[in-house]
């Protein structure tokens, strides 16, 4: 074995032991570097030399620099980072929902509240214009914090959409710089190098992609890794990246939808299979969590608006003359909605619409609905309830429509949850319609009463006792319950025996009866007539008699003001017609404020409590990668120590050789 072998063993050994202080060094360096995976040089025995003695091993050859990395660890920190940053993002606009909502005399329900009580002041004294102009005021503050909340609901609308085009704008450039680094590392192991860091890179933009919206990866034989989104969608593959997009939704244009560019062709991707990430936390936040609070809070003003002026419509007002009283509140219109993929006429426009009319606004439910064709019936359709899935059979009746509840086939006659639907046109069978009966209703409320003698504290009708009344029975209330109400038909009430049963007389203006019966009275119950219903205190006697005749001052009566005060205990939201056809009651208008803060701050803590599992799941996650691939400054610092040793030793390997060969020429140069 002559010294040139051991110098090359030798140099071979201090290469080795260079390269691996200088990975060791790099390491130290990047030990902060976000994505950074702790590389090694990886050593292989150089081959023996054959001899007559033996072998004799030539020392160490650098195979190659790798990086310490777990394709499953970071799999598993990917979806968990993925998972965190979509509920992060739901939690954090849900914060900001929750405060469109606030609780005590801030709220809409206590404005409500308020309004409601203001008529105990009228009632107590009809004629006086100032307990008028309160109410007016009280009025145009429920309209005010309906309509901001609604406005506020619409700018959460529009941060998320502006969100969501952040959100793409940041996928789209971090896919072309993935697709950038993939085909740079496909022309570098084609030289049979592996560059580690331009690696690290890649899964560090591909991790944060994934933050944005949830990625699957594949990687191929060049190197290469495929990014994949919803389920199957390219996102990048090689060298070519596609562009997302945030384009309308065709259901809804005032919502967003996330699209993919294919070929220069916008294709949109389904929510469901975006379930991870950013984007899914905000689409999640502005299909569920912004809906329902939209239409919680239109079913509140719409039923709030239309009992109240339902109320109005039946007393009589102070003007001059007196009159039935005008509409107090105005509310946005229910709209139903093409679906941008409706087919169309010759002109471009939809070749069918569909309008809608509130028959009963205290059956409106907080929700949309979509209707489609029915594809069992020719000509039917179904309507499906969107907060909870119940579907209705709308089929043909004559000019009309009747409905059907699927679930326990209750027939709802000619509406359903309060709601006309009328068809203009013939939809094309895959024609939908996205139907809003209240999701507008709130930020267009107005008050559109100016005038305070109008508001109509006065009832139409007013009770009198016969004067020769022998039982204990007095007035407790009389009140108009229908728009059927004729007050210029006086009613006579003659009570026939002492358990109640009476005979009655309607006459017109002309003194001409038009109509005439027997009823029974029972106490705590309405004797029920022409429209308005008349409550008893006390017990009638046989012969008594009792007369509704037209209000002759209306300045002084407070029949309606006291309706109006009923209207705070009564169950007026949301009511539920029964297979019966009977109406559950609803909501008080309080009541229903208080079920929209229960939902709203049921769903914070829910996405907060979802935010930090998530949360917590994807830092032991991450935990696991580091503790497979990060830099520990101690062991590193350890191993150049060794390295430098190994260094050293290495020159003196060196050295001894450069000692052989100088005596060896000294030798031969005797």
Do not use: C
Request: aromatic fraction near 4%; charge should be negative; proline fraction near 3%.
């Amino acid at each position: 074995m002559s010294s040139s072998a051991l110098m090359s063993i030798g140099t071979r050994a201090m290469f080795a032991n260079y390269a691996s202080m200088q990975t060791t060094g790099h390491n130290i360096a990047n030990a902060q570097t976000p994505g950074y995976s702790r590389q090694t040089v990886e050593l292989a025995t150089s081959g023996g030399q054959s001899t007559g003695a033996g072998f004799f091993g030539k020392g160490v050859d650098v195979v190659t620099v790798r990086r310490a990395s777990d394709a499953f660890l970071e799999t598993q920190s990917q979806t968990a980072s993925s998972m965190a940053a979509m509920d992060d993002a739901r939690s954090s606009n849900l914060q900001q929902l929750e405060t469109v909502f606030p609780p005590g005399d801030n709220g809409v329900g206590a404005a409500v509240g308020g309004f409601m009580n203001a008529f105990v002041d009228l009632a107590n004294s009809p004629s006086d214009s100032s307990a008028r102009q309160v109410i007016l005021s009280d009025a145009a503050e429920v309209a005010d914090r309906f309509s901001t909340a609604g406005a506020q609901l619409d700018r959460l609308q529009n941060g998320v959409t502006s969100d969501l085009r952040n959100s793409v704008a940041q996928v789209n450039q971090m896919a072309a710089q993935v697709a950038k680094l993939n085909g740079d590392i496909a022309a570098l192991r084609g030289n049979s190098s592996v560059p580690n860091d331009m690696m690290d890179q890649r899964d560090q933009l591909i991790k944060q992609i994934g933050n944005l919206v949830k990625v699957s990866t594949i990687a191929s034989n060049d190197g290469s890794v495929g990014v994949f989104i919803a389920g199957g969608q390219r996102l990048v593959l090689g060298a070519e990246a596609q562009q997302l997009a945030v384009t309308p939704d065709p259901a809804n244009s005032s919502r967003s939808v996330i699209s993919i560019s294919d070929s220069g062709i916008l294709h949109e991707l389904p929510d469901d299979l975006l379930v991870g990430g950013t984007i899914s936390g905000l689409l999640k936040y502005q299909n569920e969590d912004l809906v329902s609070a939209r239409n919680q809070l239109g079913q509140m003003a719409a039923s709030v608006s239309a009992r109240v002026n339902q109320i109005q419509s039946f007393g009589v007002d102070v003007g001059s003359p007196p009159g039935a009283g005008n509409p107090v509140f105005a509310v946005g219109a229910p709209v139903a909605i093409p679906n941008s993929h409706n087919a169309r006429d010759a002109a471009g426009g939809f070749a069918s619409s569909v309008s809608l009319a509130v028959t009963d606004a205290t059956q409106l439910k907080a929700s949309d609905y979509t209707m489609v064709a029915d594809p069992a019936n020719a000509g039917n359709y179904i309507v499906t309830r969107e907060s909870d899935g119940v579907k209705f059979s709308m089929a043909p009746n004559g000019a009309n429509w009747a409905f059907t509840r699927l679930s326990d086939g209750a027939a709802m006659g000619g509406s359903m949850d309060g709601l006309q639907i009328t068809v203009n046109g013939t939809p094309g069978a895959n024609d939908s319609f996205e139907l809003q009966p209240v999701g507008r209703a709130a930020v267009s409320m107005t008050r559109v009463l100016d005038n305070p003698a109008g508001i109509a504290a006065a009832a139409p009708m007013t009770a009198v006792m016969g004067v020769a009344n022998k039982g204990t029975a007095t007035v407790a209330g009389l009140a108009v319950v229908s728009t059927s109400n004729d007050p210029t038909i006086s009613a006579a009430i003659n009570f026939t025996d002492a358990n109640g049963g009476y005979a009655y007389t309607l006459t017109d203006a002309s003194g001409n009866v038009t109509s005439s019966g027997n009823g029974t009275w029972t106490a705590g119950q309405p004797i029920a007539l022409n429209g308005f219903e008349l409550n008893l205190n006390g017990v009638p006697a046989a012969g008594d008699t009792i007369s509704v005749v037209k209000t002759a001052h209306p300045e002084s009566n407070n029949g309606n003001a006291l309706a109006m005060v009923g209207l705070r205990d009564e169950n007026f939201v949301g009511r539920d017609m029964q297979i019966d056809g009977s109406l559950q009651d609803g909501e008080t208008a309080t009541d229903a404020y208080a079920s929209v803060l229960a939902n709203v701050g049921v769903r914070v803590q829910s996405a907060k409590t979802s935010s930090t599992i998530s949360t917590a799941t994807s830092q032991q996650a991450d935990a696991a990668v580091a503790n497979k691939s990060g830099v520990n400054l101690d062991e590193e610092a350890g191993r150049l120590i060794q390295f430098q040793q190994g260094y050293q030793a290495a020159a003196k390997v060196l050295q001894v050789a450069q000692a052989i060969f100088d005596t060896l020429l000294q030798m031969a140069s005797h």
